[in-house]
């Protein structure tokens, strides 16, 4: 009798799970994260020699339609909004299901995150758009608080607000309609200002303990997968993130201790908030904000990460290769041949 009892306990709680995985995806914001991560993770046919994963500092910092009109070198921008590094391993682990050694470029802004967990809304944009498989449960459990699983494992129970606002294209959102952008995204104000932290220093401080863990294993997944891995840090204004709450008190003293952590493991890093003078950057026109490249700064640090490429490791131009024959379509939508048109 018990036996019975329990079965059809468990049936239920299986229709009401699978009820809900259903409906989650309906309820998910449909964003340009979303459509990028569905269409470069698991639509798109196209494979990457080179994928950038990270924080918003990525996602409005590098594009790949600048390397493929330079270079014809194909990638990817995997960064999302507040992305944390230890969300970054377990994207990364999705994309090497179907990229296989590609040159990895992560940026480590993101180290920077003293608090246990990123803000909720910003893990939201990677881990809620990753297919469910046990990579996913693992970043849930690593990189969610315990209080908040039901709502990553089952989306729908986070969004159910939206029920009165569902619209058709909830239903009917296209992923490959943003794929043009390569997953690349950046703003178009200038900030009118200069940078504030603009002062060197030979300060070392310690890499907050999570994060150093997880370049850790960033470094222990490229020798175990043979993957290339490169650090970057993009342009910006240390002055706000060094006075936030759940972050570190001297972003440039801690990218020090990246750089020395860096050189132990023979990992390269450009760190391209010390070589603005070198890149061309100028702060004012070049930034969206503080913390963010424009399209016009973005095209720069794009330009100057592509001639780093090029110069350092053996790519494929692959411009005449029928297999990207879309790309240069691409390119022509794309906000750097429609704003810069350089």
């Not at 459509?35 to 080179?50: A, C, F, P, R, W």
């Not at 790949?64 to 377990?90: D, E």
């Not at 990895?104 to 881990?127: E, H, P, Q, R, W």
């Not at 989306?155 to 959102?173: A, S």
């Amino acid at each position: 009798m018990l036996k019975k009892v329990l079965l059809k306990g468990l049936i239920f709680l299986l229709i009401i799970g699978a009820a809900l995985a259903a409906l989650s995806p309906v309820f998910i914001y449909k964003t340009e994260h979303r459509g990028k991560l569905i269409e470069g993770l698991y639509e798109s046919d196209d494979t990457y020699d080179v994928v950038f994963m990270g924080s918003s500092h990525m996602n409005g910092g590098m594009d790949p339609n600048v390397l493929w009109k330079q270079h014809g070198i194909t990638s990817f921008n995997y960064a999302t909004g507040g992305q944390p590094t230890a969300v970054s391993y377990y994207l990364l682990k999705d994309v090497l299901k179907k990229h296989k050694n590609p040159i990895v470029v992560l940026d480590v802004y993101y180290a920077g995150m003293t608090s246990k967990y990123g803000s909720t809304g910003f893990i939201s944009n990677a881990v809620d758009n990753m297919r469910f498989s046990k990579n996913k449960a693992d970043a849930i459990l690593s990189c969610t608080p315990p209080e908040e699983w039901i709502n990553y494992f089952f989306p729908v129970l986070k969004y159910h607000f939206r029920w009165q606002v569902i619209e058709k294209k909830d239903f009917t959102f296209n992923p490959a309609s943003v794929y043009y952008t390569k997953g690349f995204s950046a703003g178009t104000e200038k900030y009118g200002k200069s940078d504030k932290s603009a002062s060197s220093t030979s300060d070392r401080i310690d890499i907050p303990s999570e994060s150093l863990q997880y370049l850790k294993k960033f470094v222990e997944l490229s020798k175990k997968e043979g993957f290339k891995l490169v650090f970057v840090n993009m342009p910006c204004d240390y002055t706000e993130s060094n006075k936030e709450d759940g972050w570190v008190n001297d972003c440039a003293a801690m990218m020090n201790s990246i750089a020395d952590f860096a050189d132990e493991n023979g990992v390269p890093f450009v760190d391209m908030c010390s070589k603005m003078d070198e890149i061309g950057i100028n702060f004012a026109d070049d930034m969206n904000n503080s913390g963010h490249l424009n399209i016009w700064g973005a095209y720069k640090t794009s330009t100057y990460f592509g001639n780093y490429l090029k110069k350092n490791y053996t790519l494929k131009d692959r411009r005449s290769d029928s297999a990207y024959s879309g790309w240069d379509d691409d390119y022509k939508l794309s906000q750097v041949a429609n704003i810069i048109n350089p």
